[in-house]
Structure formats: structure tokens, C-alpha cells
């Protein structure tokens, strides 16, 4: 989820009934910590790309971040009630961003797969206009505030089981359309009936929508990796290194450009996207030499 959904659910766990001086503080501090990690973006999209939602988003710093913001703001007083809050705040930014396809390293740093819910898309404007309206009513309306936020933490849990009953039965009508071995099921925006699918059989891998509501499977498209020495020494590249660690199902090709190589890695399971989304590009000559990369969320 975005930072500014997060900060809100801190907003709504607080309205629960937290009422010291620094709760407010120190709850939207906590759910928002996890993002701290975006300062990785100072050394490079691949960088970021890398290390995003990897060790600030892992059980460990659960455990650690609650406890450093209860010492700052509680050494004194109110230790573990400050921590306490944080690991409710730290916990929520976790549990939100488990649903994404995007994925969180859980046990970084010991662990750096990737685990995901595939429940949401990156954004989710539901959640977050929920939490807003949740926010505003306990606002109007002071005497409910708990109840409301409550209500509010429920309806959100329940949402996502909605997304996960529909998340599995687009799974289960897919391993009947389909003769892939794997297959893997993504949100699409504001979608609840329309999935997008990665299907993988050998080296073919199929792409494309699966529909509930008409009950059809729409294939996008059928990609069949090749053996390309370009390819193989793109595997080299920095940039390309990161994007590897990052994606699920990385698919690339070969372009020529002005006389030169170029590689191109695409994530699959983002593929419906318009434009080059999570794609990194490797600019070589013909003896394979690296002249420039990059990469695009």
C-alpha cells in the first residue's frame, strides 16, 4: 500500500482508543516506518528495486523498530505502552502490504523471498477511502470513535476475505481452462470479477484475463523464452541482478537498435500495465559488452 494509506490506519488504530498525549505521533510514525526504506532510491531504481520492502518489512524489524520508538518516546514513562502502539501501527503497514502481488521479504534478513497474498493491487483506493471516511465520522461524531474504528478494522478485514473467496476461484476456474503447470493469479485495479494470470508450461508462458463473470479466459499473450548469448551476459549486469531478485516470472528478448544489442526484462505478472512498467534494459554491442542499463517501475 502507499504511505499515505498507511498513515491512515495508524489514524483509525489510535481512534481505538489510545488517547496519551504522543499516540496520535507516534502511531502514524510506526505505520509508516516500514517505508523508510525508500531512501534506497538515492542509489538507484535497481537499487530500490532490490531492497524495497525487504528488511524494514521483516518480522525482525517488528520486533526491534516498536521497541527503539517506545525507548524514544517513553524512557521515562509509558515504555510499553509506546512500544506496544508502535507493534500494532509496525504490524498493520506489515499485514497491508502482505496483501500486494508486489510482496514483502517477511524474514529478511535471513530470508529474502518473496511472500505475497496477491489479494491487492499496489494502490488500493477502497482501503484507503475507507480508513479516510472512518476518520472523518469518529471526527463528527467523538461519543463512537471507538466504535467506528473498530467497525472500520473489520470491514477492511472483511474486504479482504471478499478479495481472497474470488482470488481462489479464479484460481480453481483457471486449473480447469488451462493445461499449464503453474499458474500464478494478480489483482488487477479495482477489479473484484477480472484477473490477471501468468500460466507457465516448460518454456511457454501464457499471459492474459481471466473473467468470472462471463466465465471466459482471454489469452493476452505467448511468450517462449530462447537461448541468447545477449541474454546470458545481460544475467551479469547490475541492474539486471536486482531485477532477477525482484520478479517471479522475468521474461526477456533481444532488440536491435542503431547496431547495437539490446535486452529487455519484462515481469510478467505486471505485464497488463501500459508502457514499460517494471522493466530493465541492457544496452550492449556486438561483442556483448555492456554499454548502459536501467531499469522503470
Known sequence: ??????????????????????????????????DFDYITRFWGADVFLRYHRGITHGVLALVVVPLIIGVFFGL???????????????GAHILLD??????????????????????????DPYVSIGLLLSI??????????KTIAFATLILVFSYMGVRYFF?????D??????DEYICKVCPLPNDFLRWWFVAKSGDSVKVGF??????????????????????????QDRVVKSFLEFARYPYAEVQKQDGKEVVVWKELSYSFLPGEHFT??????????????????
Open 1 to 34: 500500500m502507499d504511505p499515505v494509506t498507511h498513515g491512515l490506519a495508524g489514524v483509525v488504530i489510535r481512534n481505538l482508543g489510545f488517547k496519551k498525549k504522543a499516540a496520535l505521533g507516534v502511531l502514524i510514525l510506526a505505520s509508516v516506518a516500514p
Open 76 to 90: 521515562k514513562r509509558g515504555f510499553f505502552y509506546y512500544s506496544f502502539i508502535s507493534f500494532l501501527g509496525y
Open 98 to 123: 502482505l496483501t500486494n502481488q508486489y510482496g514483502i521479504r517477511l524474514f529478511s534478513p535471513l530470508d529474502w523471498l518473496q511472500y505475497s497474498l496477491d489479494l491487492t493491487f499496489i494502490v
Open 136 to 145: 472523518v465520522f469518529s471526527r463528527l461524531n467523538k461519543n463512537k470513535a
Open 167 to 171: 482470488h481462489e476461484k479464479t484460481e
Open 173 to 178: 476456474f483457471l486449473r480447469n481452462e488451462l
Open 210 to 235: 481471466a473473467d468470472l463473470f462471463t466465465k471466459k479466459v482471454y489469452i493476452h499473450e505467448t511468450y517462449v523464452q530462447k537461448i541468447n548469448p545477449f541474454i546470458e551476459r545481460s544475467k
Open 280 to 297: 530493465a534494459r541492457v544496452v550492449m554491442d556486438k561483442r556483448g559488452n555492456v554499454l548502459s542499463s536501467d531499469f522503470k517501475f
